[in-house]
């Protein structure tokens, strides 16, 4: 078997694990989003290092929600074990109390993601973590609280991933290669708002959906959709 043959395998596998052990919390965390758009809010997602590619699955994209805002920095990738930053980043994105915020993090062990969610717990903001429980349990945290990220999350996601990410080996090769907290993130948050949707539909509330800006009408319908929020969502 190749190597993007056995990686294949180890994809198709995850995902059926995600969706035979943490479906019950996908649709809680689709229930809370679709909460918060029914309240004319917007849902908050923190990705830092390449969880950021997780956070830009669900954000201002053909077939997404339009009241999705990235909490972002440039830094991210040098402060994301820095105390204190995570006020900085809330005090500027000021998420109001009973907002949403979705935390994504492989470890779950730096400090930026813990800090983020203890500081949304102290402002009445909840938060779901999308994290890899295996890794985060064989870890210690990079937090003062020696918490995790899933020990102070409202809700946790797990993305049934492996400790270090990456599942692949070859024989005089050290270490393992070839990461899945991305394609298990993206599926977690786009099986979340596909849930999302429905929901709203199911209220009688019409989705703010963006359609392709490469199909005939599609900058006419986004820039509708998009009015209602423009001036909230700060974006990367």
């Not at 849902?43 to 290092?49: E, H, N, P, Q």
């Not at 339009?66 to 204190?84: K, M, Q, T, V, Y």
């Not at 993601?113 to 945290?141: D, F, N, P, W, Y």
Request: proline residues 4%; contains cysteine; aromatic residues 6%.
């Amino acid at each position: 078997m190749s190597k993007a043959e056995e990686f294949y395998e180890k994809v198709v596998s995850i995902l059926g694990k995600i969706n035979q052990t943490q479906q019950e919390k996908i649709q809680q965390a689709a229930e809370m989003v679709a909460d918060q758009i029914a309240a004319d809010r917007i849902v908050y997602i923190l990705g830092s290092g390449h969880s950021l590619m997780v956070a830009s699955e669900a954000y201002h994209r053909a077939g997404g929600l339009a009241p999705i805002d990235i909490i972002h920095d440039r830094s991210f990738g040098r402060a994301e074990r820095c105390l204190g930053y995570a006020k900085q980043l809330l005090d500027w994105y000021d998420p109001p109390s009973g907002s949403v915020v979705f935390i994504i993090s492989q470890s779950g062990r730096n400090a930026l993601g813990i800090e983020m969610a203890l500081e949304c717990k102290a402002r009445g903001i909840s938060t779901i973590a999308i994290t890899c429980l295996a890794h985060s349990q064989s870890v210690t945290a990079r937090h003062p609280s020696g918490k995790r990220l899933f020990e102070v999350a409202d809700l946790v996601i797990d993305n049934c991933g492996i400790p270090g990410d990456a599942v692949l080996e070859i024989e005089g090769l050290p270490g393992r290669f070839t990461p899945t907290s991305t394609i298990a993130g993206a599926f977690i948050m786009d099986a979340i708002m596909a849930q999302a949707i429905e929901n709203l539909v199911k209220r009688g509330i019409e989705p703010p959906v963006f359609i392709s800006a490469n199909v005939e009408g599609g900058d006419e319908h986004n820039k509708r959709v998009f009015a209602k929020y423009q001036r909230f969502i700060k974006g990367l």
